[in-house]
């Protein structure tokens, strides 16, 4: 069958459990990794932003952690993502 992922908001109790692949929520590292490539990515694409004389932008709890959940669902190869 394909491998599916499932996305979200908000949390009941964890901000992990926004994110599932193949009916189970991430792992710990796994959220962690994706956290930290989206706060990454963000960083870069501001900094791009403010050197070309543009106003950076707000990146909302929102916006991190749907950020974050693409790149955990890549990383898990996901076939279908429902966001």
Partial sequence: GLKTALYTSPQLVRYPERMEVDGRVVSDDAFA???SA??????RVNAHRVA????A???TPF??????ALVVFAEAAVDVAVL
């Fill in 33 to 35: 990794r994706g956290v």
């Fill in 38 to 43: 989206a706060v990454e990515a963000g960083r």
């Fill in 52 to 55: 070309a004389g543009e106003r």
């Fill in 57 to 59: 932008y707000t990146i």
């Fill in 63 to 68: 916006d991190l952690l749907t950020a974050a």
